[in-house]
C-alpha cells in the first residue's frame, strides 16, 4: 500500500497525503515519528477508507449527509475519507490522542466542507458511559481497535450502545488486521465469538474492495443487529 509521505515538518510531526480519487481530493494526515498506537496511520484504516470510497464511486449518495461515528479514529484517515465523502462524522478516540486528531480535521476541513460534510472529534472511552450515545447514527466505522485483551469486552459493549440507541439500526463497517501470535489469534476469535451473539456479520469479499488496498490479512466486516 503506497501513499506520499513529506518531512517538511520543523518538529516531531511529518505529513502523509492520501487521495481519495473519486471526489479529486488529498487528504493531508499528520503522524509523529514517535509515539502511542494513536500516532501513526494502520494499514487497517487505509482498507475502510478506501472501501467507502469504493462504495461511494458505485453509489454516489452512499455517505452524503449520512450521519456517522467512527471509533478508535487515532489519526482519523476513515473518518476524515467519509467526512470529505459528504458525511457527518463524529471521530473519537482516547482523550489523549484528541489534539493530534483534531489538528487532522482542522487541516483538512476546507475540502470537507466543499464537499459538503462535516467532522468533530469527541472523545469516547469504550465500555465507558457518553453523552454521544443519545444521537442516532446511521453507520458506525472502525479500523483496527482489536489489539489488546482488555478491550474486548469494553468495546463490544460500546458497539452495542451505539447501535441500540439508534432507531434506524446502524451499520457497523469493521476492519481489522489478523496478526499471527497466539495471543492475538485468540483475542480476535474471542471477539468475533462474542460479536456473532450480537451482530450478523458478513465479510465483504476482496474482489468487492478497493482493487489496490486489500490484503488478505485484513479483514473487512459488514455487522448488522441480530
Ligand atoms: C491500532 S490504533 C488504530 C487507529 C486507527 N483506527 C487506524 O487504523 O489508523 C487503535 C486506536 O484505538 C484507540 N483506543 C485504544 N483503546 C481505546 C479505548 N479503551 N477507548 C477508546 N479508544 C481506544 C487508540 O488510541 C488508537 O487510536
Known amino acids: 500500500m503506497s501513499y506520499r509521505k513529506s518531512y517538511s515538518q520543523p518538529n516531531d510531526h511529518f505529513s502523509r497525503e492520501i487521495d481519495i480519487e473519486v471526489c479529486l481530493k488529498t487528504l493531508k494526515i499528520y503522524q509523529k515519528l514517535e509515539g502511542d498506537v494513536n500516532c501513526v496511520v494502520w494499514d487497517a484504516s487505509l482498507v475502510l477508507a478506501k472501501y467507502l470510497e469504493t462504495m461511494s464511486q458505485n453509489k454516489s449518495d452512499f455517505l452524503s449527509g449520512m450521519k456517522v461515528i467512527e471509533l ?9 475519507t467519509a467526512a470529505t465523502l459528504g458525511a457527518q462524522v463524529t471521530l473519537t478516540d482516547l482523550p489523549e490522542a484528541l489534539p493530534l486528531l483534531r489538528k487532522n480535521i482542522n487541516e483538512n476541513k476546507y475540502k470537507i466542507s466543499s464537499m459538503g460534510g462535516y467532522a468533530i472529534a469527541e472523545a469516547l472511552i469504550w465500555g465507558e458511559t457518553s453523552p454521544l450515545f443519545d444521537e442516532k447514527y446511521d453507520m458506525v466505522l472502525l479500523a483496527d481497535c482489536v ?25 457497523v463497517y469493521l476492519t481489522q488486521e489478523l496478526r499471527q501470535t497466539e495471543a492475538q489469534k485468540t483475542m480476535w476469535t474471542s471477539f468475533y465469538d462474542k460479536l456473532s451473539d450480537y451482530f450478523f456479520i458478513k465479510q465483504i469479499p476482496e474482489e468487492e474492495q478497493h482493487v489496490n488496498y486489500k490484503s488478505p490479512d485484513i479483514l ?5 443487529k441480530k
Open 72 to 80: 478508535g479514529s487515532g489519526l482519523g484517515v476513515v473518518g476524515l
Open 147 to 171: 489489539y489488546y485483551e482488555e478491550a474486548v469486552d469494553p468495546l463490544i459493549n460500546t458497539l452495542k450502545c451505539l447501535v441500540n440507541n439508534s432507531q434506524d439500526q446502524p451499520i
Open 220 to 224: 473487512l466486516l459488514k455487522l448488522s
